[in-house]
């Protein structure tokens, strides 16, 4: 008789654990105490800030401008948040909150929309955000007067993939715009071209605002995935927490700017490397892709390749990650001295000394303005970019160094972040803004993503023992003097246009590009007298013909004739593409009778741009207007 065996079943194949960062012996009271000692030296800061908001202090100033309930507020969290009363609220506050921990990344992702779409911006003024504005709204309104979209737009762009994506999604938007009703007259026409051009204008707004938003959510998902696969449980609040409450952040809330997907795929190519780091080792398609994408959303990216060649390199040499390697942190060295030898080659022969395009000049004595790298504005506005941009950052790097006993794995991974966020930093010392630091503050927080990475990921390591929720705390004071202040500042327009002039006025002999914003911002707005204001400042900064051919058309549509003539006709003279305004010009003149002051206008239109169509005719009509008047007396 045969002996029965019981059935056999399969066991399900085990799911695999995901491997997290090794914690290393940090000394955890060490970090805390630096936190909070840097913490109280902020505060120190903000508070000289506030109420002298007219010095070069644009780091520090954010709660000068907020309501004073408002401001005080924000201060008084943040010092209780730095005092011992700080950690146990947070530890109260996670206790409570402890169900959200395990929430899924979609989750976290659709929350994150809500938080940047009730704290988007209202208004764009620091950066080019008016200028972009305007290009999307130039292609809806040639399409809707059937003409051809000048091509012209794709060249000598930096940001070629961001521009198309928003391009896209404008015209998909323009496609449902409502219906132009039957127009009769003149005054007709021209009413509805500016109601159909404000409504492009507020479609290419709400295109950049919602991209952006969209761009935050996605960086929510893949830094919370990313947690989850990559990080203890014990540490991913201080990673996170690190993450976003850093100032590139406000790319998100519907900064009109072309930073936003460029910041998203930086942080993809980040994480992307720290993935692919991990055992087993495979080609790092992901982290080269990620490259390419940030790159061609804007070529600022670049500042990246050290890291992407030293990757490879590290790769292809097929080290054993168990064996201790010396030569990991030697290749890193490498890479970054021939980068620095190519960067000095190129910066010779694009003659940088002399001021190009992008670089800062060395010696003030070589700039226009006496802006330049050995320069105490320069070293001041590098120290207001790097705490509000990476105010909690550099606290804590100060208390978290270099731990010999890392495996060769952990030191690549390292050096890999380390030189991506040297390169980023390299680039903020030596990048040529328009206006101080304050003015570019987004290209170049935009930069600093691999420092702040960075430091997360060091934090990500840390053993916190029972100082985690005054740890949590300290980088929460952070966001509540630096991070949240600026977000209610965008937000509203009042205090955000006030930041922004306060701004102009500090670094004058750079402004005159601010104040074009501002402008264009009031001409949107339909707000005449500051319009005029606007441009006015800026032609005070710089005698620039388009700025008195802008002053004299805000003039002329304000009424005041006489004072826009002598803007005009010295803009004309100066640079004589801009002679048909004193035609716009006459035409006013006409319409108040004054036929003669109408024919000196168009006369000295033909004078200075003898191939003007328009002109002769409208000469004609006028002599021809005089000569009957004449005749009647």
Avoid at 324 to 339: D, P, Q
Avoid at 531 to 542: D, G, K, N, P
Wanted: aromatic residues 12%; contains cysteine; hydrophobic residues 50%.
């Amino acid at each position: 008789m045969s002996k029965k065996h019981p059935p056999v079943t399969k066991t399900p194949p085990k799911k695999p654990q995901p491997v997290y960062a090794a914690a290393h012996g940090v000394n955890s009271r060490a970090l805390r105490l630096s936190l909070q000692i840097a913490g109280f030296l902020l505060l120190a800061a903000v508070l000289a800030a506030w109420l002298r908001p007219d010095l070069r202090v644009w780091g520090f100033h954010f709660l000068a401008f907020l309501p004073l309930p408002v401001s005080l507020l924000l201060f008084a969290a943040a010092v209780v948040l730095l005092t011992p009363f700080g950690g146990r609220m947070v530890t109260g506050l996670t206790a409570r909150l402890s169900f959200l921990a395990n929430r899924s990344a979609v989750i976290w992702a659709v929350v994150a929309v809500l938080v940047f779409y009730v704290g988007r911006n209202s208004i764009s003024l620091l950066g080019d955000g008016a200028l972009w504005i305007k290009e999307l709204s130039w292609i809806g309104i040639f399409e809707a007067r059937g003409q051809d979209v000048p091509g012209s737009r794709w060249k000598l762009r930096k940001e070629p993939l961001e521009l198309g994506l928003h391009e896209i999604v404008f015209r998909a938007a323009a496609s449902f715009r409502p219906p132009d009703p039957p127009t009769f007259s003149q005054q007709q026409k021209e009413a509805l071209l500016k109601k159909r051009e404000a409504w492009f204008i507020s479609t290419a707004r709400n295109t950049y605002a919602y991209l952006s938003i969209l761009a935050g959510a996605l960086a929510v998902f893949m830094a919370v995935r990313f947690a989850r696969r990559r990080i203890p449980p014990r540490s991913r609040a201080p990673f996170l927490l690190l993450l976003f409450t850093t100032a590139a952040m406000p790319f998100f809330f519907g900064y009109v700017e072309n930073y936003s997907w460029m910041s998203l795929a930086m942080l993809a190519f980040l994480f992307a490397g720290i993935e692919e780091s991990f055992p087993p080792r495979r080609f790092p398609w992901k982290t080269a892709a990620a490259f390419v994408l940030a790159v061609s959303f804007h070529l600022t990216a670049f500042i990246l390749l050290p890291a992407v060649v030293f990757f490879l390199w590290n790769h292809f040499a097929c080290v054993n990650e168990n064996e201790e390697n010396k030569h990991v942190f030697r290749r890193a060295w490498i890479v970054l001295g021939a980068f620095a030898v190519l960067g000095l080659a190129g910066y010779v022969y694009v003659k940088g000394w002399k001021g190009w395009i992008s670089v800062l000049t060395v010696l003030p004595h070589r700039s226009k303005d006496g802006y330049a790298m050995f320069t105490l504005n320069h070293g001041v506005d590098l120290l207001n970019m790097f705490v509000f941009a990476l105010g909690p950052v550099l606290a804590v790097s100060f208390s978290l160094f270099r731990n010999k006993s890392r495996t060769v794995v952990e030191q690549s991974r390292l050096a890999f972040l380390a030189l991506a966020a040297a390169c980023g930093v390299f680039f903020v010392l030596v990048f040529n803004p328009n206006l101080g630091m304050a003015r570019d503050w987004d290209i170049l927080a935009a930069a600093l993503w691999p420092a702040v990475v960075l430091a997360a990921w060091r934090l990500a390591e840390c053993d916190f023992q029972e100082h985690k929720a005054a740890v949590l705390a300290s980088l929460a004071a952070f966001a509540c003097v630096l991070l949240v202040p600026f977000l209610l500042l965008q937000a509203f327009e009042r205090p955000s246009i006030a930041r922004f002039e306060s701004l102009l006025r500090m670094d004058r002999s750079r402004s005159a590009y601010g104040w074009e914003n501002l402008a264009v911002y009031y001409e949107n707005k339909g707000d005449m007298q500051n319009r005029i204001r606007a441009w006015q400042a800026a032609l005070s900064v710089e005698k620039n013909p388009r700025y008195m051919i802008n002053v004299a058309v805000a003039l002329r549509l304000a009424g005041r004739l006489e004072e826009a003539e002598s803007y005009c006709a010295e803009g004309a003279r100066k640079s004589p593409k801009f002679a048909y305004q004193l035609l716009y010009l006459a035409s006013g003149w006409v319409n108040r009778g004054n036929l003669e002051k109408a024919r000196e206008l168009v006369q000295l239109t033909m004078e200075l741009d003898p191939e003007d169509r328009e002109a002769p005719r409208l000469l004609e009509n006028l002599n021809h207007q005089i000569a009957k008047r004449d005749s009647l007396k």
